[in-house]
């Protein structure tokens, strides 16, 4: 698969959590929309965004600096980057919930954080909103760390800062929904059924991606 695969698989990613995103996040930027200028939504999200840029840089680079030539490193990135996919899609169904426990790895230092978040929340102003949503964006989330997994196989910093640029794009409908829109939206988002079919649509791609990686072993050995 191309770079520009990667990218679109982390919109796809981000479009597809809408309903979890809205139970992460979505009370957050409500809160926001509610007692905000309508534009005060839009720079939380922004700050969000730049912190999944920012972490998908950090992330890109590190790899770029362990495996330069990137060959064997990227191979099993990509297994690892469908496991995530699939695990994420096997959580949003509610079939298997093991990504609950890598959220939980994240925990403590997000206790660290979240108070600070909360101060900046509650101060009106366009930098502290935006701030905010910085700190906000490293809450521990699965989905998250699976579009990370995606932005570690570019192995720099800038194609690991323009998947996640993709996928944060892809949170903004559900996000601004949230700040914005009807109530029948943000319910519909979240409804069980929908969090299934997006679940079941990633799983679909996470053993696609399985199948383009086991290919080449069948092509090796003559089948």
């Given amino acids: 698969m191309t770079q520009s695969a990667d990218y679109i698989t982390a919109l796809m990613m981000g479009l597809a959590g809408a309903g979890h995103c809205l139970v992460m996040c979505g009370g957050i930027a409500s809160a926001i929309g509610v007692r905000s200028k309508p534009y ?3 720079i939380y999200n922004l700050g969000r ?3 999944y840029v920012l972490i998908g840089a950090l992330v890109g680079a590190a790899i770029g600096l ?4 990137g060959s064997y490193t990227t191979v099993v990135l990509r297994w690892l980057a469908a496991l995530f996919l699939l695990l994420l899609g096997l959580y949003f169904t509610g079939w298997f919930s ?3 426990y890598i959220e939980k790895l994240a925990s403590p230092l997000w206790r660290k954080i979240q108070p600070l978040a909360g101060r900046l929340k509650n101060n009106q102003g366009v930098l502290n909103t935006f701030l905010a949503g910085a700190l906000w964006g490293w809450l521990p989330c699965g989905m998250v760390y699976t579009a990370l997994s995606w932005a570690a196989i570019s192995g720099t910093a800038q194609g690991g800062a323009l998947t996640m640029a993709f996928f944060g794009l ?3 409908p559900a996000m601004i929904a949230a700040g914005h829109f009807s109530q029948f939206l943000h319910n ?13 649509l990633l799983i679909v791609y996470a053993l ?3 199948v383009t990686l086991i290919k080449p072993f069948f092509h090796a050995s003559g089948h």
């Fill in 40 to 42: 005060i939504v839009w």
């Fill in 49 to 51: 965004v730049a912190s």
């Fill in 66 to 69: 362990i495996s330069p030539d």
């Fill in 98 to 100: 093991g990504l609950v």
């Fill in 170 to 172: 892809g949170t903004l």
């Fill in 188 to 200: 519909f988002l979240k409804a069980r059924g929908v969090r299934t079919a997006m679940g079941i």
């Fill in 208 to 210: 696609w991606s399985f």
